[in-house]
């Protein structure tokens, strides 16, 4: 039986080779805690799903939300969607979630889902929630079975809960991560300012350059509110010079903001809600750019720091 003390985060992984692992220990999680007043929910692939659903004997007491609509958008999409669902705890109890992140099949995709199973570590410390993520051992690469156990404090297996040895602690798991490359950048820019003092001219000129871009007007137009709060950002909280480049390719967009202050020094920045954060970090700013754009990539330079924004779609045939 799994059981923990007092309600608060609990991360738990199960790392399963069969579909009867995976029903013997995830829909016991469920069902037990169901016993107990938790509530059940489950946010897997599809086949999973079917698995686990009749594990548990269609219970209509658990909630089967789609994986697609909550791992494959943004990371703050899934940040936002769990702590809605820890706030219909009942008191002293606990929403427990079976949960499968799609890890997506690029390496930026990649890498901003392993940084979320570590930031859920921190930015959940205090939820009622009990996730037990599952990992199929046969068709998982082995770049996301280490982030499952570099991320994860308890492993769970058919014999029970135990600590992880291999757990990293979020802050330094995340500092190990390398920015991914992006091969535009060794591009020629459509856009370059190298000290921007002008910024209403330089909103105009981004807007005019997005007009040309063949994509979906309102992705288009979130992210120039995307690049203008970053580079409201630099300039507030960074150093002078602020340089922005741009860059535009058939389903893609990339935007790089310079300046030479240290950037954010909290690792977590941007994976909380703007409400209440101290806008000196710049937490608001990045948490608005995570929920626009696809990707986010925060870097440090020899002479100051940059945020990348990416955003892509599928182009419109030709």
């Given amino acids: 039986m799994l059981t923990c003390g007092a309600p608060g985060f609990r991360h738990d992984a ?62 703050p999409t899934a940040i936002t969607t769990f702590r809605g669902l820890a706030e219909q705890a009942s008191p002293g109890r606990r929403i427990r979630v079976v949960g499968e992140v799609d890890f997506g099949t690029s390496i930026a995709d990649r890498t901003e889902w392993q940084r979320y199973e570590a930031v859920i570590n921190h930015a959940f410390a205090t939820s009622p929630l009990w996730g037990l993520c599952v990992f199929d051992t046969r068709r998982a690469p082995e770049t996301v079975l280490a982030t499952a156990r570099s991320t994860h404090p308890h492993l769970v297996t058919p014999a029970g809960r135990e600590g992880n040895p291999d757990y990293v602690a979020p802050a330094s798991y995340l500092a190990s991560l390398p920015v991914p490359d992006e091969p535009l950048e060794r591009t020629a820019p459509a856009l370059a300012v190298e000290d921007v003092t002008d910024f209403i001219s330089l909103r105009r000129a981004i807007r005019a350059l997005l007009t040309t871009v063949d994509g979906p007007p309102d992705l288009i137009e979130d992210y120039l509110l995307a690049v203008d709060e970053m580079t409201s950002n630099a300039a507030r909280h960074g150093r002078r010079p602020v340089g922005v480049r741009l860059w535009t390719a058939p389903g893609q967009l990339v935007c790089t903001i310079r300046d030479a202050g240290a950037g954010p020094t909290d690792p977590f920045a941007g994976y909380g809600p703007a409400h209440g954060e101290d806008l000196s970090a710049g937490g608001m700013g990045l948490w608005l750019a995570r929920q626009l754009c696809n990707h986010v990539a925060l870097r440090r330079h020899g002479d100051g720091s940059s945020v990348r924004l990416s955003v892509d779609w599928t182009p419109s045939p030709s």
Avoid: C, K, M
């Fill in 14 to 75: 199960l790392l399963y080779d069969s579909v009867e692992e995976l029903a013997a220990v995830a829909a016991t999680f469920l069902l037990e805690g169901l016993a107990v007043g938790d509530g059940a929910v489950i946010a897997v692939s599809p086949g999973t799903a079917g698995v686990l659903r009749e594990a548990v004997g269609d219970n209509p007491l658990v909630l089967v939300l789609d994986q697609h609509s909550l791992y494959r958008s943004r990371t």
